[in-house]
């Protein structure tokens, strides 16, 4: 996986703008400051689905992508398969690196 996108998510970490694990993305989604939801991609299907039907319903963009263990470490944390972004600049750059 891209260094810097680890390092960025890190940054997000610092900056307070990521939400972690699947209760605090859940309610990031529901309170609307979700800009962005990343999933890993050794997620489990089930979680997957909860996430991609949240992130369609109230109509957030979703991307999958990453490895939960080093998602997770970049933040200092467990293992966590699910990120939510809150801040639209970090979103947006967050996007364009998964793209590269």
Do not use: H, P, W
């Amino acid at each position: 996986m891209d260094n810097r996108f680890l390092q960025f998510l890190g940054l997000c970490q610092r900056a307070g703008k990521l939400m972690s694990g699947e209760t605090g993305t859940l309610s990031a989604i529901r309170d609307g400051s979700a800009e962005l939801i990343i999933v890993a991609e050794n997620a489990s299907d089930n979680t997957k689905k909860k996430f991609k039907d949240s992130s369609s319903y109230y109509n957030k963009n979703i991307v999958i992508f990453g490895d939960k263990f080093e998602m997770g470490s970049a933040i200092g944390k467990g293992e966590r398969s699910v990120f939510a972004v809150a801040d639209k600049g970090f979103a947006d750059k967050i996007v364009q690196m998964i793209g590269e």
